[in-house]
């Protein structure tokens, strides 16, 4: 069934979707999508899930839905009323994205309870490591305040795989100098069964990009049928 | 210490700056403000924003030109619902941040070589803030490609951008 016209099962009349609809779905739905697709598919390639411990969620890998501003989901769900596989494809998508997040909170909890990490964590943060970095320990981890949070922002880092930390955050200096003794416990029993989340975050990105192709291939044809755009140059000129 | 303790400011991320400020305050005024305002490209999702926002935090002297406080005005549209409460959760910002406004005089830059010819090709703006920068002898940040071209990629001068993906020499991922 061609992309702009749906029938209506009741009347049996073909709907048909013109230029000015067309517009709206590239302008508030498909090129803003694709804009935050490929930022999720960056992160994912770095295997950063952007997980955060205090909120328990992804920060930047989000279900589909949230990708967009609220005044533009009626947009989305008029978009999807004419393109079904692209809705099953988001469906898909977001089912994928709960997997990796109840991983991320499986291996924090392990993490958090882990001895080995504990014992790194009181190894690196002694008086003569502290003193080796030129650094306290209440400047080193800002607000969080309490050992406890000390480990969880630990395991916060070794889930997102995070690499060496710019001077801008108080951490870099004692994350940068021990974060090779911290994801090494990745690797290691018994959080190395408990680390299950490179295929979630590989399958996830898979569907991250099969979305965002579905989604070029679907403005290529409404472009070329309606002469339109993918851009308008006063969109650029914003 | 931090590479950003001391920075001077351009006018682009001080707005994106006072922009995310506003928005931690009124969340549920995101949307109005990005109607006008689009963030800039590499605050692409939220993981950066809260990346700048740290950046920022850890500068403890952040300095500015009086051009700039001046191009924030004309270059950025607020929603007239939320004038007021954009400019005077910005004063609080600068009040808190203890922001450094600093006058740099077209005749200061005229009276300066090599400034002078940087006012001819980018403008008193930028060239005012290179002058703050380089008298301070601390860094410039700024989102502006063109003229960090222009300065020649310049120890001076660093992008936004570049520092948020970890691009500049000594760090790497």
Redesign the interface.
Known sequence: MSARKRSTSSRKRTVRVGERIVRAWFDTVINPLL??L???QT?LQ?K?W?WRFQFKHL??IQPVRNML???MLDNLEQFLNFHPAIREDIKFHDDQRTKLLVACQNLQQHLEESDDLRQLYSRFTSPDSLHELGTRLEDIFGSYKKPEEHISLIAEYIVNNT??L?????TAPFWNKYRQNFLSLLDTPPINQHNRLTLPGEQLLKLSKRLAQLLRGSREHLSIEYDMPYVTSSAIA? | MSRYAKVVLDTGPLFSALALEFIKHFPAMRNLVTQKYKLPSYLGDPTAEAAFVVLISDIRQLMITSHVVGELRNRYRIPSEIHGEFWKCAMTFFAEKQVDERLITLLQMYNNEPMNAVVMVAGPIDAGLITLAQSERCILLTDDHRLMAWMDRSPDIELVQNVLEGQIPGHTH
Do not use: H
């Open positions: 804009q935050k490929k930022w999720e992160r770095a950063n952007t920060e930047s501003p609220d005044q690499g060496e710019p001077s801008y955050y108080t914003e």
